[in-house]
Nanobody, 124 residues
Framework: QVQLVESGGGLVQPGGSLRLSCVASGFTFSEHVLAWFREAPGKDREFVAAITGSGGSRVYGNSGKDRFTISRDNTKSTLFLQVNSLKPEDTAVYYC?????????????????WGQGIRVTVSA
């Protein structure tokens, strides 16, 4: 049974930082592309970043690509998203996703497996 479990969200002040984690199980982690998406209130789910199985290639969406860093630890089956200089517009539910197909895709249909999401609220 595939599971993706996000953690690390919460309330943070503007300008602050967070590191989101996603622990995976039930599939061969290193053979899957992993990605982060986010869904703000009233908006469509948006691509944030993706990383190949080896970690050798990363792609970023347009929002915050200079503030977000995606990484992975294949020894721990864990995906990370470091988010710096947070802004109120970064408020959203953040989802991790996985798929065995390559190259990394930016659309929701490109991912077979999804976590339940973790809420990030940026507010003073």
């Amino acid at each position: 049974q595939v599971q993706l479990v996000e953690s690390g969200g919460g309330l943070v002040q503007p300008g602050g930082s967070l590191r989101l984690s996603c622990v995976a199980s039930g599939f061969t982690f290193s053979e899957h592309v992993l990605a982060w998406f986010r869904e703000a209130p009233g908006k469509d789910r948006e691509f944030v970043a993706a990383i190949t199985g080896s970690g050798g290639s990363r792609v970023y969406g347009n929002s915050g690509k200079d503030r977000f860093t995606i990484s992975r630890d294949n020894t721990k089956s864990t995906l990370f998203l470091q988010v710096n200089s947070l802004k109120p517009e970064d408020t959203a539910v953040y989802y991790c996703a996985a798929d065995p197909r390559r190259p990394p895709r930016r659309d929701r249909d490109g991912y077979a497996y999804w976590g339940q999401g973790i809420r990030v609220t940026v507010s003073a």
